[in-house]
């Protein structure tokens, strides 16, 4: 019939289209029945464990994968195997033998369990749902997007007010005993937002609303089946921060009494042992570009890593910013010297060969040493800065002895940022994630949380502080951020909750008061990008960071007096003391400030160290002026 032509010129075209196509459907199925099915192998077969009988027993059957153009036989099932074969930690039972073996190089086991950490889809071997619910009705599940993927951590999703965003994961632990251990962050509203967890419909961790960074939390787990269950909840209103909780990993310990495969180390990380219960990060300027690395393969000279990535970025041209500076400890003779030293950000993620790079400047020695922060003067035996003595006051320079009728009270003042004596002790600072510097910087007049982290990452910034009476801490800081949203700063006074600061890109400043007692103050710079789509998106995010020009702290038992105060009316003070005495009861005092005395006639006092107020109408001051008294009486 192809023969037979037409002259109409349309018909014509249609028919020799139909007739190539035919053509090529009779070539390829000629093909296929020509193709014959290969010899089937191992790996074209899956292996499975039957259920535990009475006697702790199963088989193992085999079954061909889909998909497989193969033939020959099914592997013979393998009846009588224990069901209770105990592997440990860097452990595996392969399928159908009776004795753990190691994981290979490039794989972990935790023994019989699960580690989820790589987000990248859901896992394929557990059973799990999410879902949300209208909190005035729980039990009415709603189509929501609820827990969304984000490669290297899960995140609750995007629910308005009155809602709750749930994760659930169905497990089985068939050892005596096991656990559920999560990594977790929650940004939102201080006490009536925020992340629970529970297990089989029971509450085990209360309420996070904000945490200055990601935390852990572990729950034990018994024999049997169980509901492990995250919930993410918004009240009737206020939107806070990210209003979202976030989990980075979950394990779950005594799954199985064994697994019958190891895992593989996820990209950006490797294991070079046997038998390892954990994947390693990459070394910084190395990588790991696919799961299941034994070793980090190095970047070009002119790329960069940071720790725990799966490929090198391009170094760029150097700047000030790659490179920091700090003062060796001053030394005599008076009145002290210090060098100035410079060096570059480790690890370093620029080019100081390309053109138009900014150079390493020099030492530069024999700087003389600057002053002290307000409160503080140089000693002249070890040339630090330490607190003036009780009763003087210092702006930074010689200490003064405060006048009768003030005092020199003691506080944390902090507007030169050049060693890292912060509070009762040294403070400690350090990063975790994507990190360019190992934490905060000092730069003389103010702190920077480092320059050039990557997409994800942590630095933070901490020390103790004694307060002996209720105080306040005061500070300004500044964030520069490229991409509103996703970096922010966390200020914590453990273990009380976390604020959180969005202010882009102008100096701002907060208060937080302090109860009586001892504090942890911690600064913690958060940087969360989504993932870069080329190696010059993630340059763009270099100058992201957090700067702090100051921090002031009252009511501490330490530090050092910025200036000499004046009493308060009701109080008095002698030369060279740090704390105003208060009056009695009955008795005032005024400027300036250097005695008590009787409140007058017709006044009284009934609070001691305050001042004297006039006694009602038809009313007289006791003789003793500490209170008022019917003049009919």
């Known amino acids: 019939k192809c023969g037979k032509m037409t002259k109409h010129p349309r018909v014509m075209v249609f028919v020799l289209a139909a007739c190539s196509m035919m053509m090529l459907m009779l070539f390829a199925s000629s093909a296929y029945a020509q193709e014959k099915p290969r010899a089937c192998t191992d790996a074209d077969f899956r292996g499975v464990y039957t259920a535990c009988d009475s006697y702790e027993r199963r088989i193992l059957v085999f079954y061909q994968l889909p998909n497989t153009n193969c033939t020959g036989p099914t592997p013979e099932p393998i009846f009588d195997l224990p069901c209770d074969i105990t592997c440990g930690d860097g452990e595996y039972l392969p ?95 201080l006490f009536f937002d925020g992340l629970t967890f529970e297990v089989d419909d029971k509450e085990v961790m209360d309420k996070k609303s904000s945490t200055p960074s990601w935390m852990e939390f572990e729950a034990p787990l018994t024999t049997g089946f169980h509901v492990l269950r995250w919930k993410f909840s918004k009240d009737y209103s206020i939107f806070f921060g990210d209003d979202a909780a976030f989990i980075k990993s979950i394990e779950v310990s005594g799954t199985t009494f064994s697994v019958d495969a190891c895992t593989p180390c996820g990209p950006g990380t490797f294991q070079d042992a046997q038998g390892a219960n954990h994947c390693k990060p990459c070394p910084p300027n190395s990588i790991a570009a696919v799961s299941g690395s034994s070793s980090c393969a190095a970047c070009d000279n002119n790329e960069f890593s940071f720790e725990g990535q799966a490929r090198c970025s391009l170094r760029q041209p150097c700047t000030r910013d790659d490179y920091e500076s700090f003062h060796t400890p001053c030394v005599g003779p008076a009145p002290g010297h210090r060098d100035l030293v410079f060096r570059w950000l480790d690890p370093m993620i620029c080019d100081d060969q390309s053109r138009g790079a900014t150079t390493l400047p020099s030492t530069q020695a024999g700087v003389e040493c600057g002053d002290c922060n307000a409160g ?83 630095s933070f910034f901490d020390f103790n502080v004694t307060l002996s009476q209720p105080g306040w801490v005061t500070f300004v800081y500044q964030i520069n951020c490229t991409h509103a949203g996703s970096c922010k700063l966390q200020f914590s006074d453990a273990p009380n909750a976390a604020i959180v600061l969005k202010t882009y890109n102008k100096k701002q400043t907060v208060q937080v008061k302090l109860d009586k007692g001892l504090h942890n103050l911690r600064w913690n710079f958060n940087k969360e990008e989504a993932m870069a789509s080329s190696p010059d998106d993630e340059m763009m995010t270099r100058n992201d960071r957090a700067m702090l020009y100051s921090i002031v702290i009252t009511g501490t038992v330490g530090g050092g007096a910025p200036a000499c105060v004046p009493c308060a009316d009701g109080a008095i003070a002698a030369a060279g003391v740090s ?29 001691a160290g305050s001042s004297c107020k006039a006694c009602g109408h038809v009313t007289r001051s006791l003789p003793v002026r500490c209170y008022c008294d019917d003049m009919n009486c």
């Open 376 to 458: 503080l003067h140089r000693s002249q035996s070890t040339f630090n800065c330490i607190p003036c003595p009780d009763g003087q006051s210092s702006q930074g320079e010689d200490c003064v002895a405060c006048p009768a009728g003030s005092a020199a009270v003691k506080l944390y003042n902090y507007t030169l940022f050049e060693d890292w004596n912060f509070g009762d002790n040294q403070a400690q600072t350090g990063c975790i994630g994507s990190c360019a510097t190992s934490g905060w910087r000092l730069h003389s007049t103010y702190m920077d949380s480092g320059f050039g982290h990557g997409l994800e990452a942590d």
């Open 579 to 607: 704390v105003c005495t208060n009056c009695t009861v009955g008795q005032s005092s005024v400027a300036p400030h250097t005695q008590c005395f009787m409140c007058p006639e017709g006044q009284y006092n009934s609070d």
């Open 95 to 189: 399928l159908g033998q009776t004795v753990c073996k190691e994981c290979d190089p490039g794989s972990f086991s935790i023994g019989g369990g699960l580690v989820f950490e790589n987000w990248h889809v859901w896992p394929r071997h557990t059973r799990h749902e999410t879902y949300c619910y209208l909190n005035a009705k729980p039990t009415e599940k709603y189509q929501c997007p609820g827990w969304t993927l984000e490669e290297n951590f899960i995140q609750s999703g995007n629910i308005t007010d009155s809602q709750t965003s749930v994760l659930e994961f169905y497990v089985q632990i068939t050892a005596e005993k096991g656990h559920v251990r999560f990594v977790y962050r929650a940004d939102a509203e």
